[in-house]
C-alpha cells in the first residue's frame, strides 16, 4: 500500500444499480483520515451497499470510489482488505463458539473459523493487551459461545484490531444489546479510538443515540440518496432526521449526545401510511 492518503475514502457520482433497482444514487462522500463517522438511516436506505463498496465486495454501477488512496478497479481488493476490519454481528456465527475468547481473538491473524495455525509467542501476547483494552482480560479463557452478547461483541472488536487497521468499519455493533451491553460497546469504541486516533471508524447505526461526542462526521442516507453530511450539530436536526427516517421526531442534545423522541401523536401519521 502507499503513503496514507488525505481521504480514507472517496465516492463521487457513484450509482449501483441492479436490474431495474437503483440502490444508490449519485452519491458523493468525502471521510478524511482519522476520522470518527456515522452513516445513519432507515432499513432499506443503502447503508450496506455503501459498506459493501468500500471493502471491494461490490462495485459501482457508475462513479468512482476510492479507498485508503487506491481506486477500485485498479486495486488488488485482497491486499486492500488487510488494511480495513469489519466487525458485523450479522456475522457472530464466523468464530468456533467453543473456542477460549483469546483464542477467538487469535483467529483474526488467520481470517479462521477457529484456530488451526500455530500461534507465535507476541501473538498471543497480543491477544491478551486487546481483550485488556475491550475490558475482558479476565475472560480470556470463557468460551466464546458462554460470553454475553455484549461481551461476544468486544471480543469481536478485538479480532478486528489484531492487524492494526487503518480503516474499521463497525456495522451496528450493538443490535440486539441490552442498555448496559450497549453502553459498554460505546465504550469501547470510544476507549479504541482514544488509542488508536489515527484509525478511521465508520459507525453504521439506526440510533442516534449512539453518536459519540467525538464524532466528526455524520451522513444521513436514504433511498439510496445522501440527504445530509457534516458536523452533527448541523446535520442532527429535527427536520433532517424526518426527513430521513420518514417519521416526526424531536431531538435534542445532552451532555455531548443526542437523544431522539417520537410523540404518539405520531403514530396515527405512520398507520395511515
Known sequence: MSASPAAAVQMTGVTV?????????????????????????????????????????????????????????????????????????????????????????????????SLYDQVAPQQREHAHHLLDTVGLGHRQHH??????????????????????????????????LDLSGRERVLATIAQLRRLHPELTVILVTHHVEEISPRTEQVILLRDGQIVAAGKPDAVITPERLSETFGCKVFVQKRSGRWWLEVLPEAWLDLLRE
Request: hydrophobic residues 40%.
Open 17 to 113: 444499480t441492479r436490474g431495474q433497482t437503483r440502490i444508490l444514487r449519485g452519491v458523493d462522500w468525502t471521510l478524511p483520515v482519522g476520522s470518527d463517522c456515522v452513516v445513519l438511516g432507515p432499513n432499506g436506505s443503502g447503508k450496506s451497499t455503501l459498506m459493501r463498496l468500500i471493502t471491494g465486495y461490490m462495485w459501482p454501477t457508475t462513479g468512482t470510489v476510492d479507498v485508503l488512496g487506491h481506486r477500485l478497479g485498479r486495486v488488488d481488493v485482497r491486499e486492500l482488505r488487510r488494511h480495513i476490519a469489519v466487525v458485523d454481528p450479522a456475522e457472530r456465527f464466523g468464530v468456533d463458539y467453543d473456542l477460549p475468547a483469546i483464542d477467538a481473538v487469535l483467529t483474526g491473524y488467520f481470517g479462521s473459523l
Open 143 to 176: 468460551r466464546f459461545g458462554l460470553l454475553s452478547t455484549g461481551e461476544q461483541r468486544r471480543t469481536l472488536l478485538a479480532r478486528a484490531l489484531v492487524h492494526l487497521p487503518r480503516l474499521i468499519i463497525l456495522d451496528e455493533p450493538t443490535a440486539g
